[in-house]
């Protein structure tokens, strides 16, 4: 089992900036990849970024890039997400997820999940 704890949600202004955190416990955390999905009301999870054992990431390229970077620090079983320029379409809630699957990028592939943070992106 993973336990995952996420913090640093928030409420933002238009153009502002946040860090979420994701917080890993129980199996070894360098053994997982780590992924970042968000789900607004009303609309489907979706993938944000995902970052591998070893630090390759991907995101999600159309909503996100060049925005929001994803980075994790082994050493302290945390992945990160850093946010900036944010928009009020990036409002919902985000969640981490850890999956044995290489870069994955569909909520399936994962096999454990926080509870999520609240981001709210004012305009």
């Known amino acids: 089992q993973v336990q995952l704890v996420e913090s640093g949600g928030g409420l933002v202004q238009a153009g502002g900036s946040l860090r979420l955190s994701c917080v890993a416990s129980?199996?070894?955390?360098?053994?997982?990849?780590m992924g970042w999905f968000r789900q607004a009301p009303g609309k489907e999870r979706e993938f944000v970024a995902v970052i591998s054992e070893s630090g390759i990431s991907a995101s999600d390229g159309d909503s996100v890039k060049g925005r929001f970077t994803i980075s994790r620090d082994n050493a302290k079983n945390t992945v990160y997400l850093q946010m900036s320029s944010l928009k009020p379409e990036d409002t919902a809630v985000y969640y981490c997820?850890?999956?044995?699957?290489?870069?994955?990028?569909?909520?399936?592939?994962?096999?454990?999940w926080g509870q999520g943070t609240q981001v709210t992106v004012s305009s």
């Open positions: 129980g199996r070894i955390f360098s053994n997982y990849c």
């Open positions: 997820a850890a999956s044995t699957v290489w870069l994955a990028a569909k909520p399936f592939q994962y096999a454990y």
